[in-house]
């Protein structure tokens, strides 16, 4: 048994999600992050240490007693992370950290290259509300929690199944869903057919039930486990929403349609049509699992989102401000196409920063299409996060091929300024990188201008 855990990059959603779990078990934890902010800040004042240089000096001398953790995002030749495997340390990435912890207890997760992290924190809110209890590993930060780690005596476990770098294929899940299968990471999977493959080797590990978004490839041959479907108001599958009802400011009302019957008038506590389809999945593995269904149809409407997923931070008649955390075209067109629902007839604008440049280079195309549904884009510098430039891949590849009647690009130490003359209707910010640090500046500048009307 570790006395220490050692976290590198600590300050990843993920990551520190594990390191608050073995905080909450007494253990001594710390660990390195490149940058401060908010959730390093927020792990700080919790009581674990946590600093922003490569410096071997801070890592635990106990080599015996000390577990290191790292995420796969940083670099190789990491000094930190070079130094523990040279020096006789139990070294693991998080996904295995994850793995293990799930070992002996029923695994309720959720993979999918987009919707995971809605649908796994929908699907813990349902069991903390029902009563039921549950342990949580979120891949965002809860709203009606304000954390990404939920800890229960109840031996079960809900986890975001991450793809990135293979790490899903550390779970052995009772029940699971899959959201969808669109092309992403092709850096580490060369293409869509080695990346189904993998998702295919993720539903074989599963014990129970895979819960399939309807259309997409998996069949019976590719597990043992029982298949469901399940879809937003297709018929053909197991679960499905009918009724469907919006009202003016986009909150949603459906029956929801399973085996076992149908639940009325249902509401989910969040807007946009996404968040139906959102909601009938985590739904689905809860009455799977055997949960009352009138507990789940009330914990949907008390559900107040995640941090960053359609986060609504002004919305008045005359202005409307939302970040999503959306960084695969998929995503994005899903963001805009729910943002047109609440706001029909407004002007939309949208703040997109591409994450990573192989990403860029994929699926230039496909992000050029979907931010060609705004009236005016505004695009930012490519965020790096753990990859060195591509020559011939910057924004502008995504910019020459946007056909919104209006765009500008420019680089995020230019945009705050650029925005005080820019007037705003709704206003959507995309991206996976370091946007969210402007989410405070910018609502506070739309507030204030709201006030001086």
């Known amino acids: 048994m570790y006395t220490n855990i050692y976290f590198i990059g600590i300050g990843g959603i993920g990551m520190s999600a594990i390191a608050r779990y073995y905080h909450y078990k007494g253990l001594k934890v710390s660990g390195y992050d490149k940058t401060p902010s908010e959730l390093t800040a927020a792990l700080e004042s919790e009581g674990i240490e946590v600093h922003y240089e490569d410096n071997i000096g801070f890592i635990p001398k106990d080599v015996e007693n000390t577990l290191v953790v790292y995420t796969p995002a940083i670099p190789a030749d990491m000094g930190e992370l070079v130094y523990v495997q040279e020096h006789g340390y139990r070294v693991i990435k998080r996904s295995r950290t994850l793995g293990e912890i799930a070992q002996g207890q029923k695994c309720l997760a959720v993979a999918g290259t987009h919707g995971k992290t809605t649908t796994s924190t929908l699907l813990a809110h349902i069991f903390q509300n029902s009563g039921e209890g549950c342990s949580a590993f979120l891949g965002g930060i809860s709203k009606n929690y304000d954390t990404n780690l939920l800890v229960s005596r109840n031996p079960v476990i809900v986890a975001e199944a991450d793809e990135f770098d293979r790490s899903f294929l550390q779970l052995f899940p009772e029940i699971a869903v899959i959201t969808s299968m669109d092309a992403d990471h092709l850096d580490i999977y060369s293409d869509i057919s080695n990346m189904h493959d993998a998702f295919k080797a993720f539903a074989s590990q599963v014990n129970g039930t895979v819960i399939a978004k309807y259309g997409l490839p998996i069949e019976q041959k590719d597990t043992k486990a029982q298949i469901l479907r399940y879809a937003y108001d297709n018929a053909g599958a197991d679960f499905y929403a009918s009724g469907i009802k919006v009202d003016e400011c986009g909150y949603f009302t459906f029956d929801l349609n399973w085996p076992g019957g149908t639940v009325k008038d249902c509401k989910v506590g969040i807007p946009g049509w996404i968040n139906v389809e959102n909601a009938v999945a985590a739904s689905a593995i809860a009455l799977t699992y055997g949960l009352d269904p009138e507990k789940v149809k009330k914990a949907l409407s008390s559900f107040q989102g995640v941090k960053r997923r359609f986060d609504i931070h ?140």
């Open 314 to 453: 002004l919305n008045t008649p005359g202005c409307a401000y939302i970040d999503d955390y959306a960084h695969h075209p998929k995503e994005i067109s899903a963001a805009i196409s729910s943002m047109r629902d609440i706001f029909p007839g407004r002007r939309l604008t949208a703040i997109f920063q591409p994450h990573l440049y192989t990403r860029t280079r994929d699926f230039a195309d496909e992000f050029a299409e979907a931010l060609s549904g705004v009236d005016k884009l505004i695009l930012l510098d490519i965020y790096p996060a753990r990859e060195e430039p591509i020559p011939g891949v910057t924004s502008e590849i995504i910019f020459e091929k946007v056909t919104a009647p209006e765009k500008v690009i420019m680089k995020k130490e230019e945009l705050m300024e650029y925005l005080q003359n820019e007037p705003v209707d709704t206003l959507i910010t995309f991206g996976a990188g370091n946007i969210d640090r402007f989410i405070r500046p910018i609502t506070e500048m739309l507030c204030q201008r709201q006030q001086d009307i």
